[in-house]
């Protein structure tokens, strides 16, 4: 069973969708999985994190690893004007081994999407990303909306279960 089969079976009803923007492209990630969003921290360097860790942030107290996701999907990176910057904003994410943060350049709104809404994604093997890691896509005021789970993105790169006993 392909994920976008898997989603339309859990989303009978209808799930709400993050919308973003990363350089030039929208994606989306289930507001279920996320805990807040906020504006960007600066971030502490980690030994032995590497790209695209940007660092850890303290967000009252829990240690949260943040994550660059243009050089993740291979996006360039649209930083540089005072007005791109002011967009930006850090999704914090709840996931299983800990929870993490992923920089985007800008959150537009939350949508409902019905299970009919959300097409399959385009056979991807052999692009260098976890083929799990795309949900579906979804058209939206004409806009493509490519859903992904990021925790499946960056779970090689990045283990949040390991760094938080690093840490203690």
Request: net charge negative.
């Amino acid at each position: 069973m392909s994920n976008a089969e898997q989603l339309k079976k859990k989303i009978q009803y209808g799930i709400q969708i993050v919308t973003f923007r990363l350089g030039t492209e929208s994606y989306g990630v289930p507001v279920a999985k996320i805990r807040e969003i906020i504006r960007p921290m600066n971030t502490f360097p980690v030994p032995g994190l590497s790209e695209p860790v940007s660092g850890v942030i303290n967000l009252r107290g829990e240690i949260i690893p943040v994550v660059r996701m243009h050089p993740v999907l291979g996006i360039a990176d649209s930083s540089g004007s005072e007005d791109e910057e002011r967009k930006r904003r850090v999704i914090i994410l709840d996931v299983e081994s800990g929870g993490f943060g992923f920089i985007v350049d800008e959150v537009w709104e939350v949508i409902k999407v019905s299970s009919e809404d959300v097409q399959p994604p385009p056979e991807m093997s052999g692009v260098g990303i976890d083929v799990e890691a795309v949900i579906g896509i979804v058209e939206i005021s004409g806009k493509m909306i490519i859903c992904i789970e990021p925790q499946k993105l960056v779970g090689g790169i990045l283990n949040t279960g390991n760094l938080a006993i690093e840490c203690t």
